[in-house]
């Protein structure tokens, strides 16, 4: 009985302890042996039921807390066998005869079977302890995991605000572009409408030459004779006619010229992509055969408002290898106003592509890297650099009678990548 008042007395202390489990379970375990130790010289012992006996009140008190469910087994029922033998000799006023002999077999049994549960602790013990340090390994690695997805994470966010940064800054450029070209062609637009204004007049006033003259002539017609003066004011105004007119078609090829202006400027890219659209084909392709025209230049375009200044050439009919089976088309590097702040020679990666037009999309390209010995690449120094690209660049066969070809018009597509290139 004093055996399990102390133990419940001692899971009590251990139960609210501020101390690890592991390291309580063999103290438990120490103060169990040492008070066996104690009462055992002083009374034998008999079992007077199961060496172990788990209780209601014991299960409800450790599990709270896992490790002390090993120290159930440790509440041990035990009475003395000769308690009325002591009892009597208590009332007698006799001393109660003391066991010098060897311990029984029971107390051997009990003591076996106490060393067994002890030895079944430890291993529970070391059981609790491995786990313990297999957790710790799993922590460590799973926080070696963490921190590397922390690096990951901060990695990336890195490269996302650059990514950012770039997105900013290119439309910052795509917007002043718009706007110094709305303005150019705001400027266009009123030069135009002076010009057509300017030739408005100059028909006018060649028409109203062109009645007085008339008028002169019947006069001089119906005259019967005339002087000097008379004779030259004709050719005074033919003269001034013939004058208004060479101004006239002046005035037109300017109008043409500034035209023409306008639609390169209105086709015009900056971003290094290029879309060439290409009416009459069959027409064209028609006159590349007869010798008419060879081949058709697109407009210029550009890697940015100051950037490299490129455009296409194409022959509908072939040229070299490709001559009158496929369409050869070349890429071609121009003579530019910023040539001199550019890097020589050109080492952009070109694509060329024809685009499909039907609902498939199966665009048809060709991609190609330059070859800086090559003088297609070098700094131009007259207007064009010699064209480079693919003379078998698609077959006839493949463009016929497809839906490359609608309304008798094909689309081209040219992409120079500008990763690289500086922006200035």
């Known amino acids: 009985m004093v055996c399990v008042i102390v133990v419940r007395i001692v899971v009590f202390v251990f139960e609210n302890s501020i101390y690890n489990d592991v390291w309580m379970v063999p103290v438990m375990i120490l103060l169990l042996k040492v008070l066996h130790m104690h009462i055992t010289p002083s009374m034998p012992f008999k079992s007077t039921g199961p060496l172990i006996e788990i209780k209601t009140a014991e299960v409800s008190l450790l599990s709270t807390r896992p490790t002390c469910l090993l120290l159930l087994c440790c509440v041990v029922k035990m009475e003395p066998s000769g308690s009325n033998r002591i009892t009597q000799a208590t009332n007698n006023n006799d001393v109660p005869p003391t066991s010098s002999g060897p311990p029984s077999d ?7 079977t106490t060393e067994y ?19 710790k390994e799993q922590i460590e690695t799973m926080s070696k995991d963490f921190d590397a997805l922390k690096t990951q994470l901060k990695t990336t966010e890195t490269r996302l605000a650059q990514l950012q940064k ?17 303005e150019k062609d705001n400027a266009i637009k009123t030069k135009v409408d002076g010009l057509t204004r300017d030739i408005n007049d100059l028909k006018a006033s060649v028409q109203t030459i062109t009645q007085n003259l008339a008028e002169i002539e019947r006069n001089r017609g119906s005259s019967t004779g005339g002087g000097s003066s008379s004779a030259n004011i004709p050719e005074n105004l033919t003269q001034m006619l013939e004058a208004l007119e060479r101004q006239l078609g002046m005035y037109d090829v300017r109008i043409a010229e500034m035209d023409l202006r306008f639609q390169v400027l209105e086709t ?54 490709g001559k009158g089976t496929h ?40 991609t190609f890297r330059p070859d800086p010995s090559s003088s297609s690449f070098k700094r131009p120094t007259s207007d064009m650099n010699i064209a480079s690209g693919c003379p078998l660049f698609v077959s006839h066969t493949v463009v016929d009678n497809s839906t490359y070809v609608k309304e008798d018009t094909i689309f081209l597509r040219i992409v120079v990548d500008t990763g690289d290139l500086e922006n200035f």
């Open 268 to 321: 015009t890219s900056y971003n290094g992509c290029l879309v060439w659209r290409i009416r009459d084909y069959e027409r064209r392709k028609e006159d590349a055969k007869r010798g008419r025209t060879l081949s058709l230049y697109s407009q210029p375009f550009y890697t940015s408002r100051y950037g490299y200044k490129m455009c296409t050439r194409i022959y509908l009919n072939g040229d070299g290898m």
């Open 117 to 135: 549960q002890i030895m079944i602790l430890q291993r529970m013990v070391q059981e609790v302890r491995n786990s313990s340090r297999v957790g």
């Open 166 to 182: 770039v997105v900013a800054v290119q439309t910052d450029n795509n917007t002043k572009l718009k706007r110094e070209t709305t």
């Open 106 to 112: 029971e107390f051997q049994q009990f003591k076996g």
């Open 327 to 366: 369409i050869s088309l070349f890429f071609v590097v121009m003579k530019g106003e910023y040539d001199a702040l550019l890097p020589w020679p050109f080492r952009q990666k070109v694509t060329l592509m024809l685009l499909d037009q039907g609902p498939d999309r199966r665009h048809l390209s060709d």
